[in-house]
């Protein structure tokens, strides 16, 4: 294993953290949200949180790796990527269906 190597895993690994960070951030805040609106229903549960940490470290590693590393709010970026990651993920399911439908059919969207 190089140094080069060494730097790609510490890398990836803090941006995969930032992404957990951010995705126990977003259920947390989920949850309190609902029951400071008094939404009963909304009962706290570990296997939802499992599921928002993973989503988060999965978009953060994802858009840790299309930012350079010198933009200069890199992290912050890189956290709120898991805060939002479901978001992300679904202007992603829908718009790169899109544009990889576009590419394979040739297809030209009209812009008006």
């Known amino acids: 294993m190089t140094s080069q190597d060494l730097v790609f895993i510490v890398s990836n690994i803090k941006d995969i953290l930032l992404g957990v960070v951010g995705g126990l ?32 470290a999965f978009v953060a590693y994802i858009v840790g790796t299309t930012l350079d590393t010198d933009i200069r709010y890199r992290d912050a970026i890189i956290g709120l990527s898991g805060v939002t990651a479901y978001n992300i993920i679904y202007l992603a399911e829908s718009k790169f269906a899109e ?8 297809e030209k969207k009209n812009e008006s």
Do not use: P
């Open 25 to 56: 951030v977003a259920y947390l805040f989920d949850y309190t949200k609902a029951k400071r609106n008094g939404d009963d229903e909304f009962v706290f549960q570990f296997t939802s949180m499992l599921v928002n940490i993973v989503l988060g």
């Open 99 to 106: 544009w990889i439908i576009a590419r394979i059919t040739g």
